[in-house]
């Protein structure tokens, strides 16, 4: 039996909101104000869809409802132990609680409308007809997406945008970019000297040595801090950060980047079979991946 539109709607709602709190039972009074329906119609709703298996109810106070696996099946979503966040951009904000679930694109046969549909994870309600939007990159293909919001639905949790502009992320390896020999500073030597080092180079940061070993990064900010503060002959190990990321130089610039975001570092180590071979920057990798926007 084909599910109804108003259960498809409901099956919408209550994987976005499981989904929104990381596997937690909802409500039925949620999903009601989601969609902009009466609660009770909700509850009913609800026992047609326990008949069909789409739906588990979790008793207790704070229990409600939870989708199956059916129900992923049946719309077409991932599950959220499987699911890759897709970034969502508005208004040159990065919205932290939302995720793009699926695009469509159903007007590639006419150019003159170009435009998508896309399904989000999270709270649509906070894009708003007219925002600039970029959602991406996506997985596998690593898509960036760029336009405008013409159209929002809240029971589906999409928004319709008219594109503007859509990017390839190039799938070019760190160790095609990086820098190479690796330019260090000592951390006995004092931050003047460091600091000189860096404008001759005309660089914003460099590893730092001890006996042979990597152990921290001195960058500009340090160097300016310990200028203003009096300290331009302190030696470096006391100013510098004292960590390090490394990563292979196989892996793809794309991912690169997400580690720099992740560890909040803006200059990776790079690494042929555990040897430092290089570095790369975030400004770097962006010049190559987002010329457009780095310009």
Do not use: W
């Given at each position: 039996?084909?599910?109804?539109?108003?259960?498809?709607?409901?099956?919408?709602?209550?994987?976005?909101?499981?989904?929104?709190?990381?596997?937690?039972?909802?409500?039925?009074?949620?999903?009601?104000?989601?969609?902009?329906?009466?609660?009770?119609?909700?509850?009913?709703?609800?026992?047609?869809?326990?008949?069909?298996?789409?739906?588990?109810?979790?008793?207790?106070?704070?229990?409600?409802?939870?989708?199956?696996?059916?129900?992923?099946?049946?719309?077409?979503?991932?599950?959220?132990?499987?699911?890759?966040?897709?970034?969502?951009?508005?208004?040159?904000?990065?919205?932290?609680?939302?995720?793009?679930?699926?695009?469509?694109?159903?007007?590639?046969?006419?150019?003159?409308?170009?435009?998508?549909?896309?399904?989000?994870?999270?709270?649509?309600?906070?894009?708003?007809?007219?925002?600039?939007?970029?959602?991406?990159?996506?997985?596998?293909?690593?898509l960036m997406i760029y336009g405008?919001?013409?159209?929002?639905?809240?029971?589906?949790?999409?928004?319709?945008?008219?594109?503007?502009?859509?990017?390839?992320?190039?799938?070019?390896?760190?160790?095609?970019?990086?820098?190479?020999?690796?330019?260090?500073?000592?951390?006995?030597?004092?931050?003047?000297?460091?600091?000189?080092?860096?404008?001759?180079?005309?660089?914003?940061?460099?590893?730092?040595?001890?006996?042979?070993?990597?152990?921290?990064?001195?960058?500009?900010?340090?160097?300016?801090?310990?200028?203003?503060e009096g300290k331009e002959n302190?030696?470096?190990?006391?100013?510098?950060?004292?960590?390090?990321?490394?990563?292979?130089?196989?892996?793809?610039?794309?991912?690169?980047?997400?580690?720099?975001?992740?560890?909040?570092?803006?200059?990776?180590?790079?690494?042929?079979?555990?040897?430092?071979?290089?570095?790369?920057?975030?400004?770097?990798?962006?010049?190559?991946?987002?010329?457009?926007?780095?310009?």
């Amino acid at each position: 039996m084909e599910p109804t539109q108003i259960q498809k709607d409901i099956l919408y709602a209550l994987v976005t909101l499981y989904k929104k709190k990381g596997g937690g039972s909802v409500k039925g009074e949620e999903i009601a104000e989601l969609i902009n329906r009466n609660p009770g119609t909700v509850r009913n709703q609800m026992q047609a869809l326990r008949a069909l298996g789409l739906v588990e109810g979790v008793p207790g106070p704070k229990g409600g409802y939870r989708p199956t696996a059916k129900a992923y099946e049946l719309l077409a979503i991932t599950k959220p132990e499987e699911a890759v966040r897709v970034p969502v951009i508005v208004n040159d904000e990065l919205m932290e609680d939302l995720s793009a679930e699926e695009i469509d694109l159903p007007s590639l046969s006419h150019p003159e409308v170009c435009q998508a549909k896309i399904r989000m994870i999270g709270d649509v309600k906070k894009i708003n007809i007219g925002d600039r939007i970029v959602v991406g990159p996506t997985p596998v293909n690593e898509l960036m997406i760029y336009g405008r919001v013409i159209g929002r639905d809240d029971t589906e949790n999409s928004v319709v945008i008219s594109i503007e502009k859509i990017h390839a992320i190039p799938k070019d390896e760190v160790g095609e970019h990086m820098s190479a020999p690796i330019i260090t500073s000592d951390a006995e030597e004092t931050v003047k000297e460091a600091a000189k080092r860096l404008a001759e180079h005309g660089i914003y940061c460099t590893p730092v040595k001890k006996n042979d070993k990597l152990v921290g990064i001195f960058t500009l900010d340090h160097a300016v801090k310990a200028f203003v503060e009096g300290k331009e002959n302190e030696k470096v190990e006391k100013v510098m950060r004292p960590k390090i990321v490394t990563v292979d130089k196989r892996i793809k610039l794309s991912e690169a980047l997400r580690i720099m975001r992740d560890e909040d570092v803006r200059i990776l180590v790079v690494t042929d079979n555990g040897k430092p071979v290089g570095v790369i920057t975030d400004q770097k990798i962006l010049s190559i991946l987002a010329p457009e926007q780095v310009k």
